[in-house]
């Protein structure tokens, strides 16, 4: 397991703007649930809650008497996206100059009221991406100790290595579920094996409680007799799917509901009977393996 994040990442995407508008003693007292639970490490980007939500964590962050070092603070840039903040966008599109990556890192330095970042991920690639302007905000930002770690987030492998033949990669954040498991096929994963990058998993429950097709109703079909055998939920079971993946997957959840954020984290504890996992797979593809 990597020792630098806590196993089970706590998404903030739903705690602004986009989602529960939290306020502050709301927020703190979710921080504080999480660390009580050993989720340490807080995933962020600055486009969440159309570049609102860092502020309004940061306020609260600095009001909850939390030591800075024994969280982990994680934020993406590059995304520039349509929404109110940014009227000069005219259409969504990234970028990746140097000056822009320096800025942007800053600035969420500065709303979400810390000295550092622990890790800072692109969070798309573009096909304008030079690797070179890359490096020079990652090498300025490194050596200022505003950053600690850099990453990529929805990477395919040859852009990985695009990028890291100037900046060494140490975490690509992907969407990976038992309803969106592409990268398990694709190389994705195996990619990050081979080059020791971390996968972090968005999005780690896929669809299965956000959709009714056939494809979840075969999964839940499954879950039911599942979660009686593990005396788990079936979160806990999604979760456990995913995390068996050689790969050493972090799963960032989304939810700000106390009770699933704990089944979370008992989740890693959770091991899956060799066919069980298969026979998960099965339901989700709606046929066997070859």
């Given at each position: 397991?990597?020792?630098?994040?806590?196993?089970?990442?706590?998404?903030?995407?739903?705690?602004?703007?986009?989602?529960?508008?939290?306020?502050?003693?709301?927020?703190?007292?979710?921080?504080?649930?999480?660390?009580?639970?050993g989720i340490t490490t807080f995933d962020h980007a600055d486009i969440y809650g159309?570049?609102?939500?860092?502020?309004?964590?940061?306020?609260?962050?600095?009001?909850?008497?939390?030591?800075?070092?024994?969280i982990q603070l994680i934020s993406k840039c590059g995304i520039q996206y349509t929404?109110?903040?940014?009227?000069?966008?005219?259409?969504?599109?990234?970028?990746?100059?140097?000056?822009y990556i320096i800025w942007s890192a800053e600035r969420s330095l500065q709303l979400?009221?810390?000295?550092?970042?622990?890790?800072?991920?692109?969070?798309?690639?573009?096909?304008?991406?030079?690797?070179?302007?890359?490096?020079?905000?990652?090498?300025?930002?490194?050596?200022?100790?505003?950053?600690?770690?850099?990453?990529?987030?929805?990477?395919?492998?040859?852009?990985?290595?695009?990028?890291?033949?100037?900046?060494?990669?140490?975490?690509?954040?992907?969407?990976?579920?038992?309803?969106?498991?592409?990268?398990?096929?694709?190389?994705?994963?195996?990619?990050?094996?081979?080059?020791?990058?971390?996968?972090?998993?968005?999005?780690?429950?896929?669809?299965?409680?956000?959709?009714?097709?056939?494809?979840?109703?075969?999964?839940?079909?499954?879950?039911?007799?599942?979660?009686?055998?593990?005396?788990?939920?079936?979160?806990?079971?999604?979760?456990?799917?995913?995390?068996?993946?050689?790969?050493?997957?972090?799963?960032?959840?989304?939810?700000?509901?106390?009770?699933?954020?704990?089944?979370?984290?008992?989740?890693?504890?959770?091991?899956?009977?060799?066919?069980?996992?298969?026979?998960?797979?099965?339901?989700?593809?709606?046929?066997?393996?070859?």
């Amino acid at each position: 397991m990597n020792k630098k994040f806590s196993k089970i990442i706590q998404g903030c995407m739903t705690w602004g703007a986009w989602g529960k508008q939290l306020n502050d003693t709301q927020m703190i007292d979710l921080m504080n649930h999480c660390i009580s639970q050993g989720i340490t490490t807080f995933d962020h980007a600055d486009i969440y809650g159309d570049y609102s939500t860092e502020e309004d964590f940061g306020t609260a962050f600095a009001k909850a008497n939390i030591d800075r070092s024994t969280i982990q603070l994680i934020s993406k840039c590059g995304i520039q996206y349509t929404g109110n903040a940014r009227p000069e966008n005219r259409v969504k599109h990234y970028e990746y100059t140097a000056k822009y990556i320096i800025w942007s890192a800053e600035r969420s330095l500065q709303l979400l009221q810390t000295e550092y970042l622990d890790l800072l991920l692109l969070h798309r690639p573009s096909p304008l991406m030079q690797s070179d302007e890359v490096q020079k905000a990652i090498e300025q930002l490194k050596a200022s100790g505003k950053i600690l770690d850099f990453g990529v987030s929805n990477f395919t492998p040859s852009q990985i290595d695009l990028i890291s033949t100037k900046s060494p990669i140490s975490v690509n954040q992907i969407e990976f579920s038992l309803t969106q498991h592409t990268a398990m096929h694709d190389g994705t994963l195996d990619h990050m094996q081979t080059k020791g990058i971390v996968p972090m998993s968005w999005s780690p429950l896929g669809s299965v409680f956000r959709e009714e097709t056939p494809q979840t109703q075969r999964i839940k079909t499954l879950l039911g007799t599942l979660t009686e055998k593990y005396n788990a939920t079936e979160d806990q079971l999604l979760l456990a799917w995913i995390m068996q993946h050689p790969s050493g997957v972090h799963p960032v959840i989304g939810t700000t509901n106390k009770e699933r954020i704990t089944n979370a984290v008992k989740a890693v504890s959770i091991t899956l009977e060799l066919q069980d996992w298969f026979a998960l797979l099965i339901e989700s593809q709606g046929h066997k393996v070859p």
